[in-house]
T-cell receptor, first 114, second 112 residues
Framework: KAGVTQTPRYLIKTRGQQVTLSCSPISGHRSVSWYQQTPGQGLQFLFEYFSETQRNKGNFPGRFSGRQFSNSRSEMNVSTLELGDSALYLC?????????????FGPGTRLTVT | QQQVKQSPQSLIVQKGGISIINCAYENTAFDYFPWYQQFPGKGPALLIAIRPDVSEKKEGRFTISFNKSAKQFSLHIMDSQPGDSATYFCAASGGATNKLIFGTGTLLAVQP
């Protein structure tokens, strides 16, 4: 069974631009969660989508948004990029809701904002 | 109450030794406690997980010890190998917290 895939793997953007990241979960998994990982803040939860509905949201500004499609694939969008948005963005998939059991992470998208 | 406190921040162990990483939580509603291993440039990989109905779970060289009354759990890596050198994260979820709360990570270096 293929693992969680994320595209692109690396991205360089300029402050003020917007960016869209994509995540394909493990086949059969219905939940996709997004995390931001930085050296200073560690792994921070962004949001979770389950059956195309946002089920949970972390403490991030509204510039961070996401969606999930009927095939469970998910996208995350960050608008008006700031230097502080430079991070590794990870998505994780699970069969049930994220807090209930095993979550499997993708390799991440490394976003650099200049 | 939502925090998971992890220690130590970094750890150096000799090959063949035992690596021990500790985590503590406050939310008594937490009922799922996984450990993740992350290598540089990779996403975290689920290593082993435990639920509060058992006090210990072992998978190969990796063991989770769980103390419900103390609200602590720990990861023991027996016979540590250089290939175990990575960052380890504990996490917890449960109750109204339908998301994983991660510890701050432990950078483990196993010296040959």
């Amino acid at each position: 069974k293929a693992g969680v895939t994320q595209t692109p793997r690396y991205l360089i953007k300029t402050r003020g631009q917007q960016v869209t990241l994509s995540c394909s979960p493990i086949s059969g998994h219905r939940s996709v969660s997004w995390y931001q990982q930085t050296p200073g803040q560690g792994l921070q939860f962004l949001f979770e989508y389950f059956s195309e509905t946002q089920r949970n949201k972390g403490n991030f500004p509204g510039r961070f948004s996401g969606r999930q499609f009927s095939n469970s694939r998910s996208e995350m969008n960050v608008s008006t990029l700031e230097l502080g948005d430079s991070a590794l963005y990870l998505c994780a998939s699970s069969y049930g809701l994220a807090g209930a059991g095993e979550q499997y992470f993708g390799p991440g998208t490394r976003l650099t904002v200049t | 109450q939502q925090q998971v406190k992890q220690s130590p921040q970094s750890l150096i162990v000799q090959k063949g030794g035992i690596s021990i990483i500790n985590c503590a939580y406050e939310n008594t509603a937490f009922d799922y406690f996984p450990w993740y291993q992350q290598f540089p440039g990779k996403g975290p990989a689920l290593l082993i997980a435990i639920r509060p109905d058992v006090s210990e779970k072992k998978e190969g060289r990796f063991t989770i010890s769980f103390n419900k009354s103390a609200k602590q759990f720990s990861l023991h890596i027996m016979d540590s190998q250089p290939g175990d050198s990575a960052t380890y994260f504990c996490a917890a979820s449960g109750g109204a917290t339908n998301k994983l709360i991660f510890g701050t990570g432990t950078l483990l270096a196993v010296q040959p």
